[in-house]
């Protein structure tokens, strides 16, 4: 299938429940809203014409001050790269995610690579994923505060070091 | 006991030990921690992060072309791999496509990168088992080949050598001759290592049925890659969704069937006989012409015409100044890198810097997958599999 036929597929199952859907150079996405994105993502992995077996990545958007974007009623987004071995094709499902409750359902049961690549968003844009076993920063350190990623964290701010465990012994001596 | 001594119990508590984050055997800097029972692991947990470098964050403050050196600095044992990855994204995006010579340069130097980063991996893997011989072999390759990307362009490993609409520099006269030599040397280099180890008593017994990930892992991790094709599972990029002319040349997927580090390695050995397979058919093939598009809006424009007249330092002046301007929009581009599939998720807003880049790294999803395959093994074969997945960690982490 081309990417168009799938995005016509999911936009004829789904109807309402797409909030966007949008095609660029050949590629398509559409947009659906947290509560259906399981649904959505089961439905994709589980029909016979899809197949999207593969979930490739999985990646946090914050669109804070984006350009022209009315009809962006919300701040976040995270894409879900899918791609079907046995069919060859590739979609692409978001969630919109809005400031206020910054809430995605965990699909680390659908797919186990959703495990980390959860916990990078999470770490990186501060969306929480309910259901996730495991929900800690991964790639930057646990006293860091704020999310990096995020449009309104400055690219120059410093972060505190993680502190220097407290229980070794050179630690009690004093340089004169 | 019966005869009225006592025995102290031994304890049976689990022992946690950390691998990690630096270790010679981990290549980098990641974090596992394990429980173990005697020399058997129990637990294991991994943590990364120790690289982290803010990458994607950068990519957000600089014009687009200004990511192309960024981009060789996430799998660094084969840089030119990724920059080629960003630039043919970049292309997608905009609408254009690359000349056929400018494509068959960078397919010569994505599979001489693959081609250094299977070596180096096999390599240090041999070392972290204890056979340092092919470790000397493969290295001595890696420089050669990095010689040969000096003649190229001046640089050795992080070359900076494609451009959005093509590469920066055509190759220089009997450049593709030498190229030829060395990948006929190289092939022969190989195939004396692989002598060395393919049926070598004792490398079977640490690496048979080592870290094995079956099929089903695969697929939940988003394996690729050496490691996926070493499972059974035959998706390349390169054969599925064929980019820089990929589908002109003849070449096999190697696959394997059992999933552990035995056949990781063997597939990577395979995959350098077919990239040198796939370099002497394209230098074979190489078309002549131009190396960079001629989208004025994208490519500067040549130095005579910058020199000598008012549109052309114009234009340079504007492409320098204003950057390369793409409409908004978003697309996921993947391409093969050494280690699996290598995936850009650009977002533009319509200004010269990109809203969002994200990589879809394949270290990341093979490297999830560690904790579980290890379980049940000793130490020893958790080291011989870490070093045969291949983590790099500047990809790993950005």
Redesign the interface.
């Known amino acids: 299938m081309t990417e168009r036929e799938i995005m016509a597929k999911v936009t004829g199952r789904f109807g309402a429940k797409v909030l966007q859907s ?1 095609e ?2 050949g ?1 398509c ?1 559409v947009t659906v809203k947290a509560g259906d994105l399981r649904e959505v993502l089961t439905f994709l992995r589980d029909d016979a014409d899809t197949a999207t ?5 999985l ?1 946090g ?2 669109y804070l001050g ?3 974007d009315d009809d962006r009623e919300w701040r976040f987004e995270v ?1 879900y ?1 899918l791609y079907s ?1 046995s069919q ?1 094709h ?1 979609f ?1 499902v978001k969630v919109a995610v809005p400031e206020d409750k910054l809430q995605v359902p965990s699909i680390w049961d659908l ?3 959703a ?3 959860e916990r990078e968003v999470f770490d ?1 844009y501060g969306v929480s994923f309910t259901g996730h076993p495991n929900l800690r ?5 646990d006293e860091f505060e704020g999310h ?2 995020r449009k309104d ?1 400055p ?1 120059n701010k410093r972060q505190k070091l993680s502190s220097p465990a407290e229980n070794l012994l050179c630690a009690k001596v004093e340089l004169a | 006991m019966s005869d009225g001594t006592h025995v102290r119990p031994i304890p049976s508590d689990l022992l946690t030990l950390n691998i990690g984050p630096a270790h010679p055997a981990t290549h980098g800097t990641l974090r596992v921690q394990v429980q173990l029972d005697g020399e058997t692991i129990r637990n294991a947990a991994c943590e990364i992060g120790y690289l982290h470098r803010g990458f994607e964050k950068q990519c957000e403050t600089v014009y687009y072309q200004f990511v192309i050196p960024y981009a060789e600095r996430l799998n660094y044992m084969g840089p030119v791999n990724n920059s080629n990855a960003w630039c043919y994204a970049m292309e997608q995006f905009l609408g254009i496509e690359a000349p056929a010579r400018a494509q068959a340069l960078r397919v010569i130097t994505s599979e001489l990168g693959r081609i250094i980063d299977h070596a180096v991996c096999i390599g240090t893997n041999l070392v972290d088992l204890g056979a340092l011989t092919n470790f000397w072999y493969m290295f001595n390759y890696r420089e050669k080949v990095y010689d040969l990307y000096e003649e190229l362009c001046g640089a050795r490993m992080m070359v900076n050598y494609p451009r959005i609409g093509g590469v920066s520099l055509d190759a220089p006269d009997d450049w593709l001759e030498k190229c030829l030599r060395l990948v006929d040397e190289m092939g022969e280099a190989v195939s004396e290592v692989q002598a060395l180890i393919s049926r070598n008593r004792i490398f079977m017994d640490r690496t048979v049925g080592a870290g094995t990930i079956t099929k089903e892992l695969a697929i939940s991790h988003g394996v690729t890659g050496p490691c996926l094709r070493a499972a059974g599972i035959g998706y390349d990029v390169r054969k599925a969704q064929p980019y820089w002319g990929y589908e002109k040349y003849q070449f096999e997927v190697p696959v394997a069937d059992g999933g552990d580090t035995y056949d990781r390695t063997i597939v990577r050995f395979q995959e350098m006989y077919e990239s040198c397979k796939i370099i002497r058919q394209a230098i074979a093939s190489i078309p002549g012409g131009p190396v960079l598009a001629s989208d004025h809006l994208v490519v500067l424009p040549e130095k005579d015409k910058v020199y000598n007249t008012m549109e052309g330092l114009i234009n340079h002046f504007k492409l320098v100044m204003h950057g390369i301007q793409p409409p908004k929009g978003e697309l996921y581009s993947a391409t093969e890198g050494g280690n699996g599939e290598l995936g850009f998720y650009i977002v533009s807003d319509g200004s010269a810097k990109p809203w969002r880049v994200r990589i879809r790294p394949p270290c990341f999803a093979n490297f999830s997958v560690f904790p579980k395959i290890i379980k049940g093994k000793m130490v020893s074969d958790a080291i011989a599999a870490l070093g045969s997945i291949n983590i790099i960690a500047g990809e790993l982490d950005r």
């Open positions: 949008y660029f150079r590629q996405a077996d593969w979930l490739m990545d990646a958007v914050d984006f350009p022209d894409a790269q071995s060859n590739r692409r797919w186990a690579i495990n980390w690549m990186l920063r991964i790639l930057c350190h990096a990623l964290y690219i």
